[in-house]
């Protein structure tokens, strides 16, 4: 059986399901393929995308059989990076629908997102602390990016789990919904997405994630770049044609 389940649907989003036994231990070879998937949805971008996991277990983080002493620590640190900087480098809305434990590199998967939907019975957490050892795919630094440093060493240094509720107050997941409507929010949202200005939004993401790690005249001098580049979109000449003869939100993108 695959470790991960890719679908492209009808309506422009494709979801990736991690599949890889009880507690979806991210071993390198889930990671492996996680970073072909992502490459594939870069090369031959949907709509939007929506990654999900388990119901009980979303991921239960790197896989700790795979751990050993510094030798394998760097190889399993390295297929982190590379498969979740894939992952964030897909030119679309990623939506991560966590409905149960998203830990250690679960959690750092779903960092790696755009937008994190829970379901009620979610939770998050970096315990890697408990084992002696560190977040290793991505959590200190976009965990921090995203609740605040202090927050995030609170979360890292004590390996505290987070509930959903809490986590959408820290602003570690930006919505809450009941576990059985989880899948079909975030369905509902990445097709949404997948209507719109995809040239517009790919760069708005672009910039967005280049602004946050450069100084703020470096992120404006990108929007700058950026809104002018989107001018050569086809939907930018159909938006603003529909709002001028239609109003505001009438208009039908192609994607190009
Ligand atoms: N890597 C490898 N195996 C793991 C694992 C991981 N990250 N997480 C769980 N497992 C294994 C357990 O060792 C256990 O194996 P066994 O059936 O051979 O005894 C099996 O999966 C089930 O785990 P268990 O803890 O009994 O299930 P649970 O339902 O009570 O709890 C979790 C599920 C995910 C909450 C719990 O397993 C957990 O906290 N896992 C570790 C998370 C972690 O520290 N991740 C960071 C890694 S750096």
Known sequence: MALIE???RDDGVAVVTLTNGKVNALSQAV???LRTIAESLTAEPPGAVVVTGGERIFAAGADISEFGGPEEAGPITAAFHDALDAVAAIPRFVIAAV???ALGGGCELALAC???IAGDRAVFGQPEILLGIIPGGGGTQRLARLVGPSRAKELCLTGRQVRAEE???IGLADEVV???ELHARALTLAAEVARGALVAQALTKQVID???STSLAGGLALERDAFVEVFHSDDSRIGVASFLEHGPGRAE???R
């Open 6 to 8: 890719l679908e492209r």
């Open 210 to 212: 280049a602004g946050l």
């Open 31 to 33: 990671l492996a393929e």
């Open 178 to 180: 009941a576990g059985d």
């Open 114 to 116: 755009d937008y994190r």
């Open 99 to 101: 409905s149960g434990y």
């Open 253 to 255: 993108f192609t994607g």
């Open 167 to 169: 986590a959408l107050r």
